[in-house]
């Protein structure tokens, strides 16, 4: 082989490497735009960008969080569990609205304060929550967990709430615990890993971008779902096949309650599947005793 020929692939690499590993300057007003820029969420703008309507998510909570775990096919990882709610029996559904904390420093307080002047925002992310948030969102906090920080408190909530805020799934923890408790607040769920009295500590950097909940990877605009027994995300792409299939386990799981009290068909012809008789009688619309 002609040592130039080899030699120019080995040199195309090394000046790709060169380009690619050399530091890139951010375009202007990309440090001030509105959501931190991510490069995944770049990627999976186009598949993600599916519009999941109000009328969707009234019927996703009218489900059982059961029904719709059982939908989610290859998702069943999106669901996290082991968290404290404010207002047990309370449903919370809405979009995902991320944010990311991390342990104080000075020289990081120092550059948020200036990424805050330069985007005319507020630099505590509970309050910019407050401002920026759209009625249907639901805060989705990333603040290190049991081991973590407290996010906010009564009044930061309450400027949440009434700003149109669904709620708030924190991934830490909360203060507040009896104000939140409140029937004020029946509107207006919590589910947070602790509650304790101190005050928050911890800097909000990123705003709008992939998170840790739990064992489950959250994107801004995943569809949340959450009760007491846990809570689930949603891709908005899938949200469609999700909410078809669930209502009808939900249809199948009201016939076989009404074949189970009827107490005319041995248990194992009801669940977990139909017998071949029943099936059919179903399809067929044939009255069951």
Known sequence: MNKRHFLYPILLLAYSAACF???????????????????????????????????????LRGLQMEAIWDSLAEYQGNYALGFKATQPGKKLVGRAL????????????????????????????????????????????????TNGDQLFGGLAGLAMKVAGIEGAIIEGGS??????????????????????????????????VPIRVGNVTVFPGDIVIADHSGVIFIPPQIVAGVLQRAQEKAALEDYQRELLQGRQHRFREIYPHLSPELQKARETGEKQS
């Open 175 to 208: 203060r507040d615990l009896l104000e939140l408790e409140n029937e004020s607040f029946a509107e207006f769920p919590v589910f947070t890993r602790f509650f304790d009295i101190d005050t928050s500590k911890w800097l909000g950097a990123e705003w709008n």
């Open 21 to 59: 590993s050399a530091e890139v300057a951010a375009p202007v007003g990309m440090r001030a735009n509105q959501n931190t820029y991510s490069p995944l969420l770049d990627i999976m703008q186009a598949s993600r960008n599916v519009e999941v309507t109000d009328q969707q998510l009234e019927e």
């Open 98 to 145: 991320t944010m990311r904390f991390y342990p104080p420093r000075p020289d990081l307080r120092e550059a948020l304060d200036a990424l805050a002047a330069e985007g005319d925002w507020d630099r505590l992310f509970y309050g910019r929550a407050a401002d920026e948030g759209k009625p249907g969102d639901v805060v989705v906090a990333d603040v290190g967990g």
